[in-house]
Nanobody, 131 residues
């Protein structure tokens, strides 16, 4: 699965940004999608995911109530609306896709298998929040 991201950028604390990711290719029946982020010097962590089959959503505690994930199933496009951004949200944001729901939600909930290979990754988009 090929993933192409757009959006991101620089914003002041308290502001909003939106990320978009389009999936193409592959032969998966369902393309469950999620967002990860990697802070400077940190590890890549799952922050939100959405189930292509039934619309289930999961968020990491760090973004719950501030970020909203949504999906256009027909277009295989996923969005991440980020509101009330804070400097600690700064990092590179990656879109991920997988034919299995379990690994995605496990990573978002902080219990994922670190070596799991997802079916696709986006190129990453920088999000910088200034104080």
């Amino acid at each position: 699965v090929q993933l192409a991201e757009s959006g991101g950028g620089l914003v002041q604390a308290g502001g909003s940004l939106r990320l978009s990711c389009a999936a193409s290719g592959g032969d998966l029946i369902y393309v469950h999608m999620g967002w990860f982020r990697q802070a400077p010097g940190g590890v890549r962590e799952g922050i939100a995911c959405i189930n292509d089959e039934d619309g289930r959503i999961a968020y990491a505690e760090s973004v719950q109530g501030r970020f909203t994930i949504s999906m256009d199933n027909g277009a295989k496009r996923v969005y991440l609306q980020m509101d009330h951004l804070q400097p600690e949200d700064t990092g590179v944001y990656y879109c991920a896709a997988d034919g299995a729901w379990g690994p995605l939600v496990d990573h978002v909930l902080g219990r994922g298998y670190a070596a799991y290979k997802f079916d696709g990754w986006g190129q990453g988009k920088q999000v910088t929040v200034s104080s």
